[in-house]
């Protein structure tokens, strides 16, 4: 029988107090523990109706919704603010599936600009290693430099003299500057979208002088704080999810990343030496990368504690189980059994099982339960 690495028997909860994880790992898996849900929803779908209401349908059976924003045809600002509106109430992250390989000055560029501008509103993203190491600390870098501006807001203020008395004179019409009030604060990294349009409301008549002040603060929280236990040792199965969801509060406003060791398409060129290279360069950069894009757990050396999510996982319908399934295309599917109990992945991934069944929300339920029954199962039936 193989020797498996002593994550496999960790509960989630314990793995989150693990000194080696890092602090948004450690947010996630304290939220798996509490919703008790391992599963992450693919939403490949092509609107932004579409992409809002499947994460309103499926968003409390789920720890992460992944995206592809890049199809959906009418994406803009207002959908990743709607998005990341529901993540916060249902409690899920949200992991952008962007997939950089590129050099990184480009993935910096890639990855904080553009028509999508990935790391203000994704708390994962993932990337190939092709272009070797220096991707990572390219990515790092930008996250950085993102969380640095959400850390920074600007407040404005624009104001005048009190307004003339109506009906009095004015000496110097043509030189009265039109002038009003206006206080506004923001992240600075939003500086370019329609809400950051300072809204200014004309009084009722002209002044000649205008003041303006602009005063820089900075947030207290830390760029890269560890999550507080949201219990009491001696309570923490006494609560009920509401309760201790509330106590974890929301997502830190932190970035980290997946590499992608291993696919789930038949053929893929990934080989066991990249695999490798990936766990490697992983291990250099623990304090950015989470884990991996992987059909099994990578974690080898004792002070491994990566986070394996993996895609590929449907369950044949009911009545039709021990059915072998793939879509014609390469993809290859494997049940939520196989992937946690056997492979010892710890989130499986699911799109179209859930995004095309005739009620997403039951379906997201079957498949919750089932990865939850198979995590069960290979920690020993330990709570969290």
């Known amino acids: 029988?193989?020797?498996?690495?002593?994550?496999?028997?960790?509960?989630?909860?314990?793995?989150?107090?693990?000194?080696?994880?890092?602090?948004?790992?450690?947010y996630l898996l304290?939220?798996?523990?509490?919703?008790?849900?391992?599963?992450?929803?693919?939403?490949?779908?092509?609107?932004?109706?579409?992409?809002?209401?499947?994460?309103?349908?499926?968003?409390?059976?789920?720890?992460?919704?992944?995206?592809?924003?890049?199809?959906v045809t009418d994406w803009t600002e207002r959908t990743a603010k709607a998005l990341r509106d529901i993540a916060r109430r249902k409690h899920f992250l949200i992991f952008e599936d962007r997939k950089f390989a590129d050099i990184g000055g480009t993935v910096k560029k890639q990855y904080t600009g553009g028509y999508h501008r990935i790391a203000t509103w994704a708390e994962i993203t993932?990337?190939?290693?092709?272009?070797?190491?220096?991707?990572?600390?390219?990515?790092?870098?930008?996250?950085?430099?993102?969380?640095?501006?959400?850390?920074?807001?600007?407040?404005?203020?624009?104001?005048?003299?009190?307004?003339?008395?109506?009906?009095?004179?004015?000496?110097n019409e043509e030189d009265e500057t039109p002038?009003?009030?206006?206080?506004?604060?923001?992240?600075?990294?939003?500086?370019?979208?329609?809400?950051?349009?300072?809204?200014?409301?004309?009084?009722?008549?002209?002044?000649?002088?205008?003041?303006?002040?602009?005063?820089?603060s900075t947030r207290t929280e830390s760029i890269s704080p560890r999550p507080q236990p949201d219990f009491h040792?001696?309570?923490?199965?006494?609560?009920?999810?509401?309760?201790?969801?509330?106590?974890?509060?929301e997502a830190p406003y932190l970035r980290s990343l997946l590499l992608l060791a291993e696919m789930s398409s038949e053929g893929h060129l990934l080989t066991?030496?990249?695999?490798?290279?990936?766990?490697?360069?992983?291990?250099?950069?623990r304090e950015f990368v989470m884990g991996f894009i992987a059909q099994r757990s990578l974690n080898a050396e004792p002070e491994d504690n990566f986070i394996?999510?993996?895609?590929?996982?449907?369950?044949?319908?009911?009545?039709?189980?021990?059915?072998?399934?793939?879509?014609?295309?390469?993809?290859?599917?494997?049940?939520?059994?196989?992937?946690i109990l056997e492979q010892g992945c710890d989130i499986i991934i699911v799109g179209r099982g859930i995004v095309n069944a005739p009620n997403r929300q039951k379906e997201a339920e079957r498949y919750r339960e089932e990865g939850w029954k198979a995590y069960e199962e290979r920690v020993g039936n330990k709570k969290g």
């Open 272 to 285: 066991p030496e990249y695999s490798k290279k990936c766990v490697e360069i992983a291990r250099q950069n």
């Open 179 to 216: 002038t009003g009030e206006v206080a506004v604060e923001s992240p600075m990294e939003n500086e370019d979208s329609e809400e950051r349009r300072l809204s200014i409301k004309l009084m009722d008549r002209k002044h000649s002088v205008v003041s303006i002040s602009t005063t820089i």
């Open 126 to 171: 993932n990337a190939h290693i092709l272009p070797g190491p220096a991707i990572v600390t390219a990515l790092h870098q930008a996250a950085s430099q993102t969380i640095a501006k959400y850390n920074t807001a600007v407040h404005t203020e624009i104001s005048g003299p009190p307004p003339l008395p109506k009906g009095a004179a004015e000496d």
């Open 308 to 339: 394996t999510m993996t895609p590929g996982c449907q369950l044949p319908p009911p009545g039709k189980e021990g059915t072998k399934l793939g879509d014609g295309l390469g993809q290859q599917y494997n049940t939520p059994s196989k992937l």
């Open 30 to 71: 304290r939220l798996i523990s509490i919703k008790k849900t391992n599963l992450s929803l693919s939403a490949d779908v092509d609107t932004s109706a579409e992409l809002l209401t499947l994460a309103e349908e499926v968003g409390d059976s789920i720890c992460v919704l992944k995206t592809h924003c890049d199809i």
């Open 1 to 26: 029988m193989a020797v498996h690495h002593p994550t496999w028997a960790l509960s989630y909860r314990e793995r989150a107090a693990n000194p080696s994880t890092g602090p948004l790992a450690s």
């Open 233 to 249: 040792p001696d309570e923490a199965f006494a609560l009920d999810a509401p309760t201790l969801l509330a106590r974890l509060g």
